[in-house]
């Protein structure tokens, strides 16, 4: 399919969309607060790079998500490993983590905003919050996950429990680790904005709700464009961890299923 | 003790040390499930094996062949009875023991030498000695240049070639296989009959061989044990008297054919091969 010229196919495809939606608000003059032409909203993306007004929103908010993305998934990490290995721990555990599983996780933003204020600690704590989940769930399954052969393998070296965590279910709970981990970093970047959207004092989320005030919804496509790129700039660094970790696992097949599992 | 295969003359041309006896299976029985109504998977086996000793077991589809084998690999308690390693009961997993499953249960994301070496790694041996060792094996299965391959990359045959020399590796005094080849195409499926043999003969570990094929059973075993279902008990024990080293030819001779089919009388009349 990715031939050079079904490439430029492509590009093309994009333009013409472009040019379409330019043509028709200039058309139908749609009133500039409704629906912006592309022009408009790349003015407004020049504007803000400019005067370098969205370069310390885009700062603050991808450090609220990487911050929050390891916090949360950290926890999560340990969290999961010691529900995988301790059936006790996950009896009692478990009722807790069903009932924050079924709760969608950014309703709980306005009452951290109130724990813990208006400033980072508030939109690092929601970041991780909503990192925390996908990862933990796909830890506990993914090192619950080895295949019986290979547990009797390992026991049959007389191999300790220790022994068989570190050498078999770590390395085999990677696949269902990595997937979780490519959920979290998207969930840490929604938890964040949805924190700056309830109460904030700078950010990309304060950002498109000041612009909202204003009605200056070039400028909060503009935002939204910045947004999808850092979205992708930040799957792109786990993707990447994951081709060098995960170089044995052919079928990344396997691990979308588990990463399907966990979108809620 | 009954021991049908006493007397028989030992094959001249394999170098057994004497019969020395390494394993000591005494009225040893299995029940899954307990309370008086469990199903009973074994019934008061009693065996000797003798160090260096070939032994095939066939039976059919729950016979408790592999239940035996997990008992002896120390996977799992028997309910009664024991089985004697050089003497010491078999109460759990043991270091000096080498399992072969049915799958190669290779790790994916260790390389071919990594694989093999991964006993070596549990037992926190010396890994440069093991490193060596390990070359030496794979050399002897054919499998040089491949040490820094991944399962993936190699055939079935390969892998479960791989999946030999790690059992060998830490040098266990007891091989058990668990019908290793029953997932290959029969054509690799002889050549790997071979290749153990040679191996056998030149590493002299006692083997345990798992099998439903009759024919793989005798060309391999110094004797065969045919194992009867519900409850697995020891049918009949046959004494293999084959010249070594075998050669496939030996499958076509007239005595490999009566062997065979003495087994599967034995067989038959203890509940059929299926």
């Not at chain 1, 961890?241 to 966990?262: N, Y």
């Not at chain 2, 094996?137 to 993936?152: D, I, T």
């Not at chain 2, 007891?174 to 290793?180: A, I, S, T, V």
């Not at chain 2, 195409?185 to 002299?204: F, G």
């Amino acid at each position: 399919m990715s031939s050079p010229r079904n490439f430029a196919l492509r590009l093309l495809l994009i333009a013409l969309v472009l040019l379409l939606w330019e043509g028709a608000v200039r058309v139908f003059e749609v009133p500039l607060f409704i629906l912006p032409a592309p022009s408009s909203v790349f003015v407004a993306f020049y504007r803000g790079f400019a005067s370098g007004l969205y370069v310390d929103h885009i700062w603050v908010t991808v450090g609220e998500t990487l911050l929050g993305f390891v916090l949360g998934t950290a926890l999560a990490f340990v969290l999961g490993t010691v529900i995988a290995l301790s059936r006790p721990l996950e009896y009692f555990l478990y009722p807790f983590v069903v009932m924050f599983q079924a709760m969608p996780k950014v309703a709980l933003a306005p009452l951290i905003i109130v724990w813990f204020g208006l400033g980072l600690a508030s939109k690092v704590v929601n970041a991780g919050l909503v990192a925390f989940f996908p990862l933990m769930v796909n830890t506990i399954v993914g090192l619950r996950s080895a295949e019986e052969d290979k547990v009797n393998l390992m026991r049959s070296l007389a191999a300790s429990r220790t022994q068989i965590f570190w050498m078999l279910q770590l390395p085999n709970a990677m696949p269902y680790i990595f997937a979780g981990l490519e959920i979290a970093m998207i969930f840490a970047l929604i938890g964040a904005i949805v924190a700056e959207f309830v109460g904030a004092q700078s950010g990309l989320g304060m950002l498109i709700q000041s612009m909202n005030f204003t009605m200056d919804v070039a400028g909060q496509f503009s935002v939204l464009l910045l947004l999808s790129f850092i979205g992708l700039v930040l799957n792109w660094i786990v993707t990447s961890v994951r081709g060098r970790v995960l170089f044995w696992d052919a079928s990344t097949k396997f691990s979308d299923e588990a990463a399907k599992k966990e979108v809620a | 003790m009954d021991e049908p295969w006493k007397g028989s003359a030992l094959d001249a041309s394999v170098q057994h040390a004497p019969a020395r006896e390494i394993i000591a299976i005494r009225h040893l029985s299995k029940t899954y499930g307990g309370r008086g109504e469990g199903v009973t998977a074994l019934s008061d086996i009693d065996c000797t094996i003798r160090d260096g000793e070939f032994l095939s077991i066939v039976g059919p589809s729950g016979c408790g062949k592999s239940t035996l084998l997990k008992i002896l690999a120390g996977l799992m308690p028997a309910s009664d009875g024991n089985a004697l390693l050089n003497g010491t009961p078999i109460e759990g997993p043991r270091r000096d023991i080498g399992v072969v499953f049915q799958s190669p249960v290779l790790f994916p994301w260790r390389s071919v030498l990594g694989n093999v070496l991964l006993p070596a790694d549990v037992q926190r041996l010396a890994r440069e000695t093991m490193t060596k060792r390990a070359n030496d094996l794979l050399a002897l299965v054919g499998l040089s240049g491949f040490e820094q391959r991944y399962p993936w990359e190699l055939s079935g045959g390969m892998q479960q070639r791989v999946a030999l020399v790690r059992a060998l590796i830490h040098d266990p005094a007891l091989l058990l296989m668990d019908e290793p080849f029953g997932a290959l195409d029969a054509m690799t499926r002889e050549q790997m009959n071979v290749e153990l043999q040679r191996i056998w003969i030149e590493s002299r570990k006692t083997v345990v061989f798992i099998t439903h094929s009759t024919s793989e059973a005798v060309f391999l075993g110094d004797r065969v044990m045919v194992m009867t279902p519900r409850p697995g008990k020891i049918g009949d024990l046959f004494t293999v008297d084959l010249p070594r080293p075998r050669t496939l030819d030996v499958m076509t001779t007239d005595a490999f054919g009566v062997y065979v089919r003495r087994i599967r009388k034995s067989l038959n009349a203890g509940g059929g091969l299926e």
